[in-house]
């Protein structure tokens, strides 16, 4: 029996079907893609995520206490430091910053916690740029111009967010006052004791000073850590010229710190891994390699090695080193130490990598420091929480040598 070949056999679909289907899988596939180049909802988004992280917080200027001290500056004169104003007492302030918590700031965790290997020439090049713009904190002043008593007033308020010097955490700022380019006379602040925000709110007078003089001049702030011990440590600086404030009256000022220009900020970068293991209660600290270290010696050059103290709450526990490479500013170690450290104590372990310059006739000097733990600078507390978040998996970092 002759059957037509074009006749739709039972359950077959028909061509206007098949017609119908191609042209909706078309019109979807089109609308995928025109879905996917559109910005419109990218846009939105992000600018809902950027309003969110934004935080501002500024502590109540009324705090602290006023004091002035005088510099007299005519020709041969000598400095002089007058008393605090008598009824004030000093009122130092701790600082007791918290962390914002949202859930995108979770959000962001989570990404950057999937950041956590580094691989050489690879993704750490961005965490180099990254530290290297370590925020270094800001300070307000004010400045103004006394005709009649021909007397240069500087009043030092307060400074914020600075960044931790010392291994507990913290920092005790204090500031220098300079007329550049005169060294020899300064002032100085008094030392606020752990203090991240501290308020200082102190008045220096430099007075027998002609204005055809101070327009010749610039105003150099220097915000230091004050060390017992050791010599003080840079924070960070500003600098003012005075021939474009109008003097005429008081002026406030918020400036971002910057790198101090003695060299401090330039001591070369560190990369180093950490591995915690939790069952074992230890961590791993390895110290791959170093580059462009601060040249130390007369001949332009370092002998480097790398000392690694573990603190818990103040107190040295433990030090190891690596060897030391010689006549080299990109040294390569490779070397790895562990240490015993149970989960409970982590809060209060820091780890301080130091890297030195060996000398056979004198003392060692110090190229920089390092201070790892869960309080310590953005880039530190980063690699610590990376650390934690990913347990017996090596974490590598860049770090920037500080002073």
């Known amino acids: 029996m002759y059957r037509d070949p074009e006749a739709a056999s039972p359950g077959a679909p028909t061509r206007d079907v098949l017609l119908v289907s191609a042209i909706i899988t078309v019109s979807l596939s089109v609308t995928v893609v025109l879905c996917g180049l559109c910005h419109w909802c990218q846009r939105k988004l992000g600018k809902r995520y950027k309003n969110s992280l934004e935080t501002v917080g500024t502590p109540d200027s009324g705090r602290g206490r006023s004091e002035k001290k ?32 949202s859930s995108v700031s979770d959000l962001v965790n989570s990404l950057t916690s999937e950041m956590l290997m580094l691989s050489p020439g690879s993704e750490e090049d961005e965490v180099h740029e990254g530290c290297s ?39 005790d700022p204090f500031v220098k006052i300079y007329l550049l380019p005169d060294k020899k006379h300064k002032l100085e602040t008094k030392v606020k004791r752990k203090n991240l925000n501290p308020h200082w709110n102190e008045t220096f007078l430099f007075e027998g000073f002609p204005y055809e003089k101070v327009v010749q001049r610039v105003l150099y702030l220097q915000v ?16 003012l010229p005075l021939n474009k404030v109008d003097l005429t009256q008081m002026q406030t000022f918020w400036k971002d710190l910057k790198p101090c220009s003695d060299g401090s900020g330039s001591r070369g970068e560190l ?10 209660n230890s961590i791993i600290v390895n110290i791959i390699k170093a580059r462009n270290l601060k040249a130390m010696d007369i001949g332009g050059t370092s002998d480097p090695y ?48 130091t890297v030195m310059d ?29 650390m934690i978040a990913r347990p017996r998996q090596p974490v590598a970092q860049w770090h920037q040598l500080k002073a």
């Open 70 to 101: 005088a510099i007299k500056l005519p020709t041969g004169g000598k400095a002089v430091n007058t008393a605090p104003v008598p009824g004030q007492t000093p009122h130092d302030e701790s600082d007791h910053r918290t962390e914002p918590h």
């Open 133 to 171: 713009r370590e925020n270094l904190g800001r300070i307000q002043f004010s400045v103004g111009y006394n005709f009649q008593e021909s007397t240069l007033t500087v009043k030092i308020m307060k400074a914020q967010e600075l960044p931790a010097k010392d291994f507990s955490g913290t920092s």
């Open 224 to 239: 230091l850590d004050y060390d017992r011990f050791s010599r003080n440590d840079p924070i960070g600086e500003v600098s």
């Open 271 to 280: 990369l180093l891994s950490l591995c915690y293991n939790p069952s074992a």
């Open 306 to 353: 790398v000392k690694v103290w573990l603190m818990y709450k103040d107190k040295r526990v433990e030090k190891k080193k690596t060897v030391t490479m010689k006549r080299n500013l990109n040294p390569i170690f490779n070397e790895s130490f562990a240490f015993d450290i149970p989960t409970e104590k982590l809060r209060e372990t820091t780890i301080i990598i």
């Open 358 to 386: 060996k000398d056979k006739l004198s003392r060692n000097d110090v190229i920089g420091k390092i201070y790892l733990s869960w309080k310590s600078g953005p880039g530190e507390v980063k690699h610590w929480k990376d």
